[in-house]
């Protein structure tokens, strides 16, 4: 039978492995070479080497070896790439290249600066971006501004997944995992045989369904009663794809991917507390102890309010004894911890993709021609609900628990002003603040979030070819709604039960032409490549704010429509110089930029585009006949208007704002090496450096008159990127043996210390304050695999693998959160130690 495109490509999708980076062992040619790689960067396939943009490929072999199932699992794994998972929300990252960071993944109003695509289908949000993907074959990072090809929303760089395509013969590959902490694993991937005959009838088509699953127990007891223990995995993903290969030019691909998550989060442990007061003298847990003193007096009246010594006493004691256990565990990963209510997540996500392609071949001035269209369709739900914090404020049977400390503040306040100067036990407003407990509760923090999500996308291409110029051409379409209820509460029951709803959308379409001309320089080896994209959109927002009652007042209700337009032209320019065969090099500038839009979880709040202009140099090379690989990359990019995402709690809830911080000018820099000294081993090491901060930042102000303000340039710092990133591997084949080849792979990723955000501040009595950073420590993580594989059994081969995962059980946060005039400092911490099992068929 004659199978045309699917086996086509086959060579090339075996030679795809890690550019430049110690991702795991490639295929080595004759000797001990380095094979060739191949990307799909510039919508064309073609070396990695010869491609002037910096580059990392992951293959399949390099995916499995890191574990990668996700954009999360990239974070840190890659030289110049980090980020943070949002608190609370699960399947929701956050990803920063080179030191731009995206913000607040959670926030449905935020679009990436890292550009994520799934088979060359862009993905509008960061809601729901880090759910498993089934199947995947590799994995491409470009880093840098990638506004020509890849459009808006590309200001950091590009991630591209990209998953298996049907193979037209009979195939089957699973693996089951399992591991401590209850982890369980499966994984199954069918290939089925071709039917039908390009040129023939309706022509050939071809299938193949993949399916994986991921679940695990929590890795933190949950101590409050019925409480599901914190940081537990369960996820699905699966995956459908069908070729059809009409004739040997015309073929259709189609592509539906399923993905959904069920999950309790991680532990969000308070490891301090912020001061009362803006000058930062004023203790919580002293004020506290104050009011106890001054609560005791006052239930020693005769005819006191009976709730003071029954209900207000012990609550206050149980509070001053969890915020004291609190700053006595400090930071540092806990092993249990508490919640009123316990932070669950819940997403589904699907993903359709047709992609249509007719190789028309040579049409003269045009030169070699190919034409593909990308429609696609994607749509995702998501439902978050619980503590941000690990207080339990729950209302016991006596009626009381560990209260916020605001609410004692606020019921000293009353009594005082009461029993001071009425002379009255009670009255109108500690009633106010009763019946709120009561109703409410007392607690810190609670999510309450559903989230609705659709886009849509076409994408068309003119991909072609002449003697000394090659080009894309195309034109791109898109349009998404969102959809954004959130009743969140906060210091309850003082802020009441607010909603915050929203509906927003965006429609989108651009055109961008790029081409790289050979004009016969210095025998060819310069090459010009010119780039260009236009884009226009249109953003609309309507806010949806309910009534809502306080103890103390009533809130109106609030509804206004916005809408907006913009437009950008980026582009880049590259000459590419080819020193010799194995040795090139190029100069790179590019501008990207990021769309401007309304903050939902603001009201009425607007944000401007921002925009980076980059200057790069790099460097490509093999030396030691192809077996010792060196790249490397310097860079320099003004970054304007730039949006930074900051949680705020000046209206005594905890949202994300997005403002323009101003500006900022940074470089840095990357190298990459890989190297195979002796047959059988590939060595590794990436290095990569980010400097600078911010030049311009706008102050923070107070509300009194007249107005103080306190500098914000002089106290920003660069968020969730940390200065240095290294990581080594080495990829060793131990033994071959009858029964099978023994191999294992180890890896060492270290990146030092970084601040969450960009400033915590707030205003409190009026005055500006700028909070400190918590500050995110340095970390280490050793992963290895151990693997006998090779082993026959009937038509296919069999492997054993044993795996582990931060081996030295390295104790780091991965993000925390300031909450302001809240008073609480919170961290989540990463996975301790793992380790398990695995067995995998593959025929």
């Known amino acids: 039978m004659h199978h045309a495109r699917p086996f086509r490509h086959a060579p090339l999708a075996l030679a795809i492995s890690l550019l430049s980076a110690p991702a795991a062992m490639p295929t080595l040619a004759q000797g001990f070479a380095l094979e060739e790689v191949v990307v799909t960067a510039q919508k064309r396939e073609e070396s990695s080497q010869d491609t002037p943009i910096s580059i990392t490929a992951l293959s399949e072999n390099a995916v499995e070896n890191r574990g990668i199932a996700n954009s999360e699992d ?37 679009d990436p600066s890292v550009a994520m695509y799934m088979d060359g289908v862009y993905v509008g949000k960061l809601v729901g971006s880090a759910m498993d993907v089934a199947e995947i074959e590799r994995i491409e990072v470009l880093r840098g501004p990638q506004g020509t090809l890849y459009g808006r929303n590309s200001t950091a760089g590009a991630v591209n997944f990209i998953t298996k395509k049907p193979t037209g013969e009979l195939g089957l590959r699973a693996s089951a995992k399992a591991g401590n902490y209850n982890f369980r694993e499966f994984k199954t991937n069918l290939d089925l045989p071709a039917f039908g005959a390009v040129g023939e009838g309706l022509g050939e088509f071809a299938l193949n369904f993949g399916y ?63 001061p009362l007061d803006a000058a930062g003298n004023v203790s919580r847990l002293q004020a506290m ?102 207080i339990d404020s729950r209302v016991d049977g006596n009626g009381t628990g560990a209260w916020s400390d605001l609410v004692h503040l606020t019921l000293a306040q009353i009594y005082g ?28 923090s609670k999510q309450d979030t559903t989230t609705g999500y659709e886009q849509f996308s076409e994408e068309l291409q003119m991909v072609g070819s002449t003697e000394r110029m090659e080009y894309v051409l195309g034109l791109y379409y898109f349009e998404d709604e969102g959809e954004y209820r959130r009743n969140a509460i906060f210091a309850a029951p003082l802020n009441g039960a607010g909603s915050q709803y929203y509906d927003n959308a965006t429609e989108a379409w ?23 994209r236009y884009t226009e959109e249109d953003k609309s927002i309507d806010y949806d704010y309910g009534a809502y009652d306080t103890p103390f007042s009533s809130v109106p209700a609030q509804a206004i429509s916005r809408d907006e337009s913009f437009s950008n032209v980026s582009g880049n320019f590259t000459l590419a110089y080819q020193v010799t065969d194995d040795f090139n090099t190029f100069l790179r500038y590019a501008t990207g930029y990021r769309s401007g839009g309304f903050n939902g979880e603001v009201y009425d709040n607007a944000y401007d585009e921002e925009t980076i202009e980059q200057y790069e140099i790099g460097f490509k090379t093999d030396w030691w006949d192809k077996r010792l690989r060196v790249n490397g990359s310097l860079y320099a990019y003004t970054y304007e208007d730039l949006q930074v995402s900051q949680i705020k709690t000046d209206s005594g809830a905890a949202t994300s704002q997005i403002t323009n911080a101003g500006e900022t000018e940074r470089w840095g820099g990357e190298l990459e090496m890989m190297v195979s000294p002796l047959e059988d081993l590939v060595l590794g090491l990436t290095y990569s450096y980010v400097d600078g901060d911010f030049e311009k930042f706008p102050d923070v102000c ?5 107005t103080t303000c306190l500098s914000g340039v002089d106290n920003a710092q660069r968020g969730a990127s940390p200065d240095h990133q290294v990581s080594v591997s080495a990829d060793y084949l131990f033994a071959r043996t009858g029964f099978g080849d023994i191999t294992g792979y180890i890896q060492a990723n270290w990146q030092s210390d970084w601040v969450e955000t960009a400033l915590w501040s707030g205003v409190v009595g009026g005055d500006p304050v700028i909070y400190d950073h918590l500050g995110m420590d340095e970390r280490t993580i050793v992963n290895a695999r151990l693997n006998l594989e090779g082993i026959p059994l009937g038509d296919g081969n069999l492997r054993f693998t044993l795996w582990g995962r931060n081996l030295t059980d390295d104790d780091y946060p991965t993000f925390g959160i300031n909450l302001g005039s809240l008073g609480l400092l919170t961290e989540q911490y990463g996975a301790p130690r793992t380790y398990g099992l695995e067995v995998t068929y593959d025929y």
């Open 74 to 110: 990239l974070i840190g794994e890659l030289p110049g790439l980090s980020g943070y998972t949002a608190p609370g929300s699960r399947g929701a990252s956050s990803l920063a290249m080179r030191g731009v960071s995206a913000g607040n993944p959670a926030n449905l109003s935020l």
């Open 212 to 274: 994986q699953t991921r679940l695990r127990d929590g890795f933190y007891e949950n101590d409050s009663p019925g409480g599901e223990d914190f940081d537990d995995l369960d996820r699905q993903a699966w995956r459908a794809a069908v070729s059809w290969n009409i004739t040997d030019s015309v073929y259709v691909d189609y592509i539906y991917d399923h993905s959904e998550l069920d999950e309790i989060g991680a532990l969000q442990q308070v490891v301090g507390l912020t």
């Open 289 to 390: 102890q104050g009011v106890l003193l001054a609560a005791q007096g006052w239930a020693a009246n005769p005819g006191a309010d009976s709730r003071i010594s029954e209900r207000w006493i012990p609550s206050l004691q149980q509070s001053i004894a969890a915020y004291q256990n609190a700053l006595d565990r400090g930071e540092g990963r806990a092993d249990d911890g508490l919640a009123d209510f316990a932070p669950a997540s819940k997403n589904d996500v699907d993903g359709h993709a047709l992609t249509a392609t007719w190789e028309a071949g040579d049409l003269g001035f045009f030169g070699d021609v190919t034409f593909k269209s990308i429609t696609a369709y994607r749509e995702l739900e998501t439902s978050v609900f619980g503590d941000l914090e690990d």
């Open 417 to 444: 002003a009461e029993i001071g100067f009425t002379g009255a036990p009670s009255g109108v407003f500690a009633g106010r603040l009763w019946n709120g407990i009561d109703e409410i509760g007392a607690f810190h």
């Open 510 to 532: 651009a055109s961008f032409a790029q081409t790289t001309w050979t004009p016969g320089w210095l025998e060819d080896h310069i090459a010009l490549t010119f780039g260009i």
């Open 702 to 706: 107070g509300t009194n008159v007249p």
